[in-house]
């Protein structure tokens, strides 16, 4: 059954692209911004890893609008994306065995939670762990990791590329396809979601709430 766009993108859903824009703007700005303080690389690492930490959490808001069971239960998830798009960093100092931002900035090559093909893999492996156990709890989340981390990914991809390993990195993304990449990510996994509920509960309709 087809998915009328009126249930994909309703008003709050463009609204919260826009935000998504906003925010990736004002976060890629600040990037390129020379703070004047002793403390510039470490105020330019978290402007940057907040700015992929709300990018996780308004993609999230985005897919699972009007579909979470409680308005707890969405910020639970929101917060959660939040949190798994930010901690894609952590590898950084994980690989560089310090602390230090000076050594998690300059490692000899890109660290492991950086490597997009691990995506899809923690995604599955996910999936067959909740089939496994049969666990109802956190339906999507394989569908929460995969936002969380490639919204990550894409944006990074802007200045590296994609880390294919191991098969290599693909060339920087052009700024226009990034842009597009980041709003067609959230929209592409709410229409799974509403597909897949459509499927589980075709007496129930598509509401939009
Ligand atoms: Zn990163």
Redesign the pocket.
Known sequence: MPIDWKYVVTPKIALLEALVVVIFLTGDGLLGFSFESAYADTLRALSDNLTHGLIAAISWAIVIDGQADSPRGALLQILLCGALGSL??VDHFLAARSLKLKAALSLPQRPPF?ATTVIPVISLVILVTQRLTQTRHLPYLPLLFLVSWLS?HTR?AVRRGYWMWPFGETPPLPYGTYVMLNIGLPLIVRCIVLYSKLSEQPHLGLEVV
């Open positions: 894609v960093d950086h990550h990074d």
